[in-house]
């Protein structure tokens, strides 16, 4: 899926500046040292977005990114002992919108979404 190098060079990245983007996701440092998994909604529009089909990505957004952490020893070791923080965003352009995040099993909803 992914090349080695690929996961060797983001998290000698991640570990000197905090984002790094591999493939369809973005993975992340934040300030207390948790591992942020960002992928974007597929919607072209914002009003396409629905709770139903956020659920629907932000399952393959974690789902990409068990495929990684099962390719790449590194990585495991990486986040060994981090909390994982998996989110949607809705890509905007030159901005983005948080739609909605998992961390410990809990889903947090930065939209007001059916």
């Known amino acids: ?3 080695y190098g690929t996961i060797k060079t ?3 990245f991640l570990k000197e500046n ?3 983007r591999v493939g369809d996701i973005r993975l992340g440092i934040d300030e207390e040292g948790d591992f942020l998994v960002t992928g974007w909604s597929s919607c072209f529009h914002l009003k396409s977005i629905t709770r139903s089909n956020a659920l629907e990505e932000l399952q393959e957004i974690k789902s990409l990114f068990y495929k990684m952490h099962a390719e790449s020893s590194e990585l495991s070791d990486f986040i060994k002992g981090r909390k994982i923080k998996y989110s949607l965003a809705y890509d ?3 901005s983005g919108i948080g739609v909605c995040s998992e961390q410990d099993d ?3 909803w930065q939209l007001d979404l059916k």
């Open 1 to 3: 899926m992914l090349e």
């Open 10 to 12: 983001a998290l000698a």
């Open 18 to 20: 905090g984002y790094y």
């Open 92 to 94: 905007m352009g030159k």
């Open 106 to 108: 809990i889903v947090s």
